[in-house]
């Protein structure tokens, strides 16, 4: 059981170039995010999917798209990578809520530079 | 807006004391809170939860208190350990969301 992985771990890019992080979960879960973190900073909500085929706005959604077109794959794209994008990203996945509990699982991150 | 914040950035303890680490929110209406632990270059694992109908939970070192007079929760780490050094974050969700709102988080240093 793999968890939550993210594909890449690190990458540099030019302003202006594009890419897709890919995000993958062997749990079954319904629920998806992408985060964003920064210095000293919280994780702060990107996009989010509430099931296969769904996506939705979340905090901070400006120059990203997403998509889930299967249950298990998550994807953040860069259409126009500008140097405030420059951040370490996070993808989490979360089940509907057994026994009551609700947790989110990460993944390891990918830590992006955009120059 | 609702924010849910924390009062110490920086944490500095000695191996084997006890460790507290505080929370404010201001959203009268969460009622769910979660501690994630996040070490150097990882992802935020989940500590412990805590509903808004408790007051206290314990598991295995770790105490969460909630005071919602006073919308303050806390982190008890008892006999802190160098493993224990990470950022903690505190995360607060309302009933129907599915989203958690989380803190900025409180680094923790443990010195052998």
């Known amino acids: 059981n793999a968890g939550v992985t993210q594909t890449p771990k690190f990458r540099v890019l030019k302003t202006g170039q594009s890419m897709t992080l890919l995000c993958a979960q062997d749990?079954?879960?319904?629920?998806m995010y992408w985060y964003r973190q920064d210095p000293g900073m919280g994780l702060r909500l990107i996009h989010y999917s509430v099931g296969e085929g769904t996506t939705a706005k979340g905090e901070v959604p400006d120059g990203y798209n997403v998509s889930r077109l299967k249950k298990q794959n998550f994807l953040l794209g860069l259409e126009s990578a500008a140097p405030s994008q420059t951040s370490v990203y996070f993808c989490?996945?979360?089940?509907?809520?057994?026994?009551?509990?609700?947790?989110?699982?990460f993944g390891p991150g990918t830590r992006l530079t955009v120059t | 807006g609702e924010s849910v914040g924390l009062h110490l950035p920086t944490l500095s303890v000695q191996e084997g004391d006890n460790s507290i680490i505080n929370c404010a929110y201001s959203?009268?209406?969460?009622?769910?809170f979660i501690w994630y632990k996040q070490e150097s270059g990882k992802g935020p694992q989940f500590i412990i939860d805590?509903?808004?109908?408790?007051d206290k939970r314990q598991g295995q070192r770790v105490t969460v208190l909630l005071n919602k007079t006073v919308k303050h929760l806390s982190l008890q780490i008892a006999a802190t350990q160098p493993g224990d050094s990470a950022v903690y974050f505190c995360?607060?969700?309302?009933?129907?969301?599915?989203?958690?709102?989380f803190g900025r988080g409180t680094s923790l240093i443990v010195h052998p």
């Open positions: 749990m079954n879960h319904e629920y």
């Open positions: 805590i509903r808004s109908n408790m």
């Open positions: 995360a607060e969700r309302t009933g129907g969301s599915y989203i958690p709102t």
């Open positions: 959203n009268s209406a969460s009622d769910y």
């Open positions: 989490a996945s979360s089940p509907l809520e057994p026994e009551g509990r609700y947790e989110q699982y």
